[in-house]
């Protein structure tokens, strides 16, 4: 069974940093697509970066150039590192995993997933 768990979520002003982790159980990154969502209440939860088998990494145009994701196989744990934060990154903040075997970069546009982490909040003041 796959457990997906967030962690590093906080609050920091604008232009601050936090880096997000997800802890992964009962799964193998080698075979499995890995990213990070986010979410405001109200809203779609959106894709934010993806990170392909071969570390090949994808992300939203909203945070390109501020946002990065990269995976420790050894310790079986996915980061996401945040700089530059910006109030509209506010949000939950979500870890996921499909096996879907195509470039990993299309699960941002989809909305159901293999596996979910609980979220993490991150709120960014101005």
């Known amino acids: 069974q796959v457990q997906l768990v967030e962690s590093g979520g906080g609050s920091v002003q604008a232009g601050g940093s936090l880096r997000l982790s997800c802890a992964a159980s009962g799964i193998s990154y080698s075979r499995y697509c890995m990213g990070w969502f986010r979410q405001v209440p109200g809203k779609e939860r959106e894709g934010v970066a993806a990170i392909d088998r071969d570390g090949m990494t994808s992300y939203a145009d909203s945070v390109k150039g501020r946002f990065t994701i990269s995976e420790d196989n050894a310790k079986n744990t996915l980061y996401l590192q945040m700089n530059s934060l910006k109030p509209e990154d506010t949000a939950m903040y979500y870890c996921?995993?499909?096996?879907?075997?195509?470039?990993?970069?299309?699960?941002?546009?989809?909305?159901?997933?293999?596996?979910w982490g609980q979220g993490t909040l991150v709120t960014v003041s101005s």
């Open positions: 996921a995993a499909d096996p879907y075997t195509g470039p990993c970069r299309a699960i941002l546009s989809w909305s159901a997933l293999d596996a």
